[in-house]
């Protein structure tokens, strides 16, 4: 098997935080950031599995033969690449720990738990999906998102692992141009299945819409009305393109305490707080009626505006529940003053990030100015694009990078690591950002057959 890649992106709540903890709707997009895993088997006589993630300092390698199988593979506990996992089997997690209280001892407790909450997931999708006759690989990630910013990294990389360990059982035979709708369908609902599993290793009980959004792109509305059920998930396909900034605080924040804050609101002040939070839904209600227009075009001034609104008078619900922070309000009064776009906060708040949605009529030289501001004063800025696309591949890992050479830039191990910060990640093996940069190479399971749109109508492919 030759080397390949896998990659899915980051998400944004861009409507209804807060609001759809009371079982009102909410809007998350994906957004151009991502995560990218490069898959090297090794030579047959080296039987062990490395997981490599040198963003957060985790390197890791265990012995194939040593791994649990006899648990794993026990009938009771077996479970097949089709099955749908919605829960993680104690006897499982425990038959792991042996093989997960060894790593990192070195570093701070802190990112000792984030190394083993990475090396968990791995590990559990590896033994389910796996067997003892696995090739010995290499498994290296890196990442352009930030880690722990309410920007979905856990899930992107749970995406990653799950989409190349499926392409390694070669269970999946996308994506590719003639691919029927309902076999990709399938396949990314195959990939969105276990990388919940992944997830369920991170976060114990996650909603599921992070890994949705990384899996499928674009953007969807969620609402979860029952929290022992699942949430109710709609894909926005037709979601457009869209330029953000995003910027992030690096103000540490509690989600817990945050949405604390909402509830002790809500039972102090219902008459207040409930028409709060109606409103917030009904935003998230409107701006899905918005993109879902026929006459909706991103290259009107006026279309772009409505979203911008709605996401201002969003951050400013926000901030009457009393989850924004001195810093996201300095955020918003510098995009004001610059007058380049919208501003709200995005996710729990108390810190955290924002996003910009930026205006058309924005210039270059107001934007470097403001980018410039924004790091005079400590904060760190992204240019990203909001709604592209979900989980890609390629396959073999080779990139033309506008070589004119027929057999392009093999991709190896070597180049991956030395690869310096983002943008040395984005310049090596970057899926490109915006939806006319498409890098050759990167293919995904979201251009593939015809799409249909909220209202249920086909649209062409890329439609």
């Not at 648990?71 to 006897?91: A, G, I, R």
């Not at 067997?131 to 880690?147: E, H, K, W």
């Not at 709200?344 to 949605?357: H, N, P």
């Amino acid at each position: 098997m030759p080397p390949f890649m896998t990659s899915a992106p980051g998400k944004v709540i861009v409507y209804g935080e807060h609001a759809v903890v009371y079982g009102k709707a909410a809007m998350a997009a994906a957004i151009s950031l991502r995560s990218y895993l490069l898959v090297t088997a090794l030579s047959k006589s080296q039987r062990t599995i490395t997981l490599l993630f040198p963003d957060i300092g985790l390197e890791q390698s265990w012995n194939i033969d040593d791994l649990p199988w006899s648990t794993f593979s026990q009938p009771s506990k077996k479970v097949h690449y089709y099955d749908l996992v919605n829960k993680l089997d104690p006897e499982l997690v425990e038959a792991m720990q042996p093989h997960l209280s060894n790593i990192s001892p070195k570093v701070s407790p802190e990112s000792r738990k984030t190394h083993q909450h990475a090396a968990s997931a791995f590990l559990y999708l590896f033994l389910s999906l796996g067997s003892p006759n696995f090739a010995g690989c290499v498994y290296t990630l890196r990442s352009t998102i930030p880690i722990g910013a309410g920007l979905g990294s856990s899930a992107s990389i749970s995406v990653c692992l799950s989409c190349a360990l499926l392409l390694q059982l070669r269970t999946l035979s996308g994506p590719h141009p003639d691919q029927p709708r309902e076999e990709a369908e399938l396949q990314v609902e195959r990939i969105n299945r276990w990388a919940f599993v992944g997830e369920m290793c991170i976060h114990g009980n996650p909603s599921g819409v992070d890994n949705t959004v990384a899996t499928r792109g674009k953007a969807v509305v969620f609402k979860r009305g029952d929290y022992n059920k699942p949430p109710s998930v709609t894909p926005l396909r037709q979601f457009p393109e869209l330029p953000l900034l995003l910027v992030n605080t690096r103000q540490s924040r509690s989600t817990a305490t945050e949405v604390a804050k909402v509830g002790a609101l809500r039972t102090a002040r219902p008459a207040i707080a409930e028409p709060i939070l109606e409103a917030i839904d009904k935003i998230t209600e409107t701006a899905h009626e918005l993109i879902s227009a026929s006459d909706f075009d991103t290259k009107d001034s006026k279309s772009v505006q409505g979203l911008g609104d709605l996401m201002r008078i969003n951050h400013g619900l926000l901030t009457a529940l009393g989850v924004s922070h001195p810093k996201l309000e300095r955020i918003c009064e510098l995009v004001e003053s610059a007058g380049v776009g919208w501003t709200k906060l995005t996710g729990a708040g108390g810190g955290g990030s924002a996003i910009t949605l930026l205006s058309s009529i924005a210039s270059p030289s107001t934007l470097r100015s403001l980018e410039d501001k924004l790091a005079s004063e400590g904060f760190e800025k992204y240019e990203t694009t909001l709604g592209g696309d979900g989980v890609g591949v390629l396959w073999p890992a080779v990139l033309h990078n506008g070589s004119e050479a027929e057999s392009g830039e093999e991709i190896d191990q070597e180049k991956f690591l030395n690869a310096h910060g983002i943008d040395g990640v984005e310049k090596l093996v970057g899926v490109g950002l915006g939806a006319y940069e498409k890098r050759e190479g990167w293919k995904f399971w979201s251009n593939v057959g015809p799409h249909v749109n909220s209202k249920g109508e086909q649209n062409p492919i890329g439609g």
